[in-house]
């Protein structure tokens, strides 16, 4: 067993890969690939707090830059970009799942590949290389890694959840009626089943690892089929 207050090779490889150069003080990087489970005092939270600002602050600055857009188109844009679902999927093309450290029960449960899970050690790993080089050199990695997602469609169609509202409002209907009707599953791969509803149209359920991510799942549906 490696030892905890030390980084493996492993580990210490894929950060420095990561950081784009070589770290000393090795304590932030091991808290931010440290999860709840393993019973430690200093995991991932209080740096994926700060990753999580850093990088919508970082993100916010491109577009404003980049776009002249109204904000509110801005703001669907930083959403998305700065979402749970689009840290995840940074995160599993850099190859985070092989560095998590997880208890024993998370790791059998399946949290290597829980899109929370990597999407909040995306952000914390965010957060220790601030607390390293600074805010310009993780503006810079922030960039580097979220390039596609600037470049692409991220937030520029309109989310299913705002369609739908308008789409109820626009056809003399009341609002879209949302309801959380199942959660399954341990805290850090929970499954979360949730209908929407329009009165006198129908409904659609679906679900998903996030109580938003299953009500847009849902939204999406109930537009396929009614809208």
């Known amino acids: 067993m490696s030892d ?11 950060i420095e890969r990561f950081a784009l150069g070589p770290i000393e003080d090795e304590t932030n990087w091991i808290a931010a690939i440290t999860h709840g489970s393993t019973g430690v005092r200093d995991d991932y939270q209080r740096l994926e707090f700060l990753g999580d600002r850093v ?11 980049e ?6 188109r801005l703001a669907q844009r930083l959403n998305a970009l700065v979402s749970g679902k689009m840290c995840a999927q940074i995160a599993r093309d850099i190859g985070i799942r092989e560095v998590i450290r997880l208890g024993k029960q998370a790791r059998e449960d399946g949290g290597a590949d829980s899109e ?3 999407g909040d050690v995306m952000e914390s790993l965010l957060g220790a290389h601030y607390l ?3 805010f310009d050199q993780t503006r810079t990695l922030i960039l580097q890694l979220w390039q596609d997602g600037l470049d692409g469609s991220a937030g520029k169609a309109k989310h299913p959840k705002s369609a739908l509202q308008e789409w109820a409002a626009g056809n003399k209907r009341s609002a879209p009626d949302y309801d959380l009707v199942d ?3 341990p805290d850090h791969a929970a499954q979360f089943t949730v209908r929407v509803s329009v009165h006198k149209v129908g409904e659609a359920t679906a679900s998903a690892s996030s109580k938003s991510e299953a009500e847009k799942l849902a939204a999406e549906k109930f537009m396929e089929q009614f809208g």
């Not at 990088?55 to 830059?65: Q, V």
């Not at 776009?67 to 509110?72: I, K, L, V």
């Open 4 to 14: 905890p207050a030390k980084l493996s090779d492993e580990e210490r490889s894929f």
């Open 55 to 65: 990088l919508g602050l970082t993100i916010a600055e491109a577009l404003y830059i």
């Open 67 to 72: 776009s002249d857009d109204a904000e509110g």
């Open 116 to 118: 929370n899970i990597q």
């Open 132 to 134: 390293t080089f600074g």
């Open 183 to 185: 959660r399954s599953g």
